[in-house]
């Protein structure tokens, strides 16, 4: 199957600090990817979709003034979390997905700490 | 809206006994259906997916599941359970355009395999 890289697998940063989280696809051109957070003992919660050369698109309730994502190549889009904050703790996944495709894969994902 | 409900929240089973995992849906139109496993810490493995054709679907790791539109249902099962299948399983439902994009997931179940 497609390989999905996620990185870093863990960071912890001090509140008020911001942290960019990157997915690559290795083997293949994800046009599409998606950004999902999920918090402990609960489901993941899709947070936006983005398409390559394209501005996100936003779930409802997610601000995208904190939660910064970029695609700019078909291979990579990085979220960055600004002015992190406590509540920012959680665990963060991307899956991307390539036209033709009919499955996303998912990277690792990333477990972010706040301090 | 779409939505995904897996009634139980835990359960155990021993080892080689059968398993049967449970997930409600509610879409509007045909469903795309999808079951995913996450170890702790790690991303999501797609087990199975449903589109359409054969209502029963087999997947990877002996995994299997029913496709029953008069019940909104896509239960997931195995006829003998390692002690490797203990994890958390997601059931999801495909919302985007083309129907495997945003996917709405479940809360999930938490898989306790015992000696």
């Known amino acids: 199957g497609a390989v999905v890289s996620q990185h870093p697998s863990r960071v912890i940063c001090k509140s008020g600090t911001s942290v960019k989280i990157e997915c690559r696809s290795l083997?293949?051109?994800?046009?599409?990817m998606f950004w999902y957070r999920q918090f402990p003992k609960q489901s993941l919660m899709l947070m936006a979709t983005?398409?390559?050369?394209?501005?996100?698109?936003?779930e409802q309730g997610v601000e995208k003034d904190k939660f910064l994502i970029n695609h700019a190549s078909l291979t990579l889009s990085t979220l960055t979390v600004t002015s992190a904050h406590p509540e920012d703790s959680s665990f963060y996944i991307c899956?991307?997905?390539?036209?033709?495709?009919?499955?996303?894969?998912f990277g690792q994902g990333t477990r972010l700490t706040v301090v | 809206a779409q939505s995904v409900t897996q009634p139980d929240i835990h359960i155990t089973v021993s080892e080689g006994a059968s398993l049967e995992l449970r997930c409600n849906y509610s879409?509007?139109?045909?469903?795309?259906l999808f079951w995913y496993v996450q170890s702790p810490g790690q991303g999501l493995q797609l087990l199975l997916k449903?589109?359409?054709?054969?209502?029963l679907v087999q997947g990877i790791k002996g995994f299997e599941a029913e496709f029953k539109r008069s019940q909104s249902s896509f239960n997931l099962r195995k006829p003998s359970v390692h002690w490797s299948d203990a994890a958390e399983y997601f059931c999801?439902?495909?919302?985007?355009?083309?129907?495997?994009?945003?996917?709405?997931f479940g809360t999930g179940t938490r898989l306790l395999v015992s000696p």
């Open positions: 999801a439902v495909g919302a985007g355009n083309t129907g495997f994009q945003k996917l709405v």
């Open positions: 879409y509007g139109a045909t469903p795309y």
């Open positions: 983005s398409n390559e050369g394209s501005k996100a698109t936003y």
């Open positions: 899956s991307a997905l390539s036209t033709g495709r009919t499955e996303a894969f």
């Open positions: 083997d293949f051109q994800a046009t599409t």
């Open positions: 449903y589109f359409s054709g054969d209502t």
